[in-house]
């Protein structure tokens, strides 16, 4: 029985660069996307259980719920 060894995992392979890589760099992107939506839905719920008179305290009308939490989320709007 012959033993061989295997000298490209010492070297990147072209898969991981490759077509890896990219779905590597895709599943990763849409994990960041979903984290910030969820913080988005997260804030809006969190603000829309308040009552008026909170969100009055607060300088906000329930009509900004949206921006606000869009604007925490995800920055200001350019």
Avoid: W
Avoid at 32 to 45: E, L, S
Wanted: charged share 25%; no cysteine; net charge positive.
């Amino acid at each position: 029985m012959a033993y061989t060894s295997d000298l490209r995992l010492a070297q990147p392979r072209a898969a991981e660069t490759g077509l890896v890589g990219k779905l590597q760099a895709i599943r990763t992107d849409l994990s960041q996307r979903y984290a910030r939506y969820r913080v988005f839905r997260d804030t809006v719920n969190d603000l829309a259980i308040l009552p008026n008179s909170v969100l009055a305290d607060m300088g906000l009308n329930r009509s900004q719920i949206r921006s606000v939490a869009y604007e925490y989320a995800y920055g200001a709007k350019k």
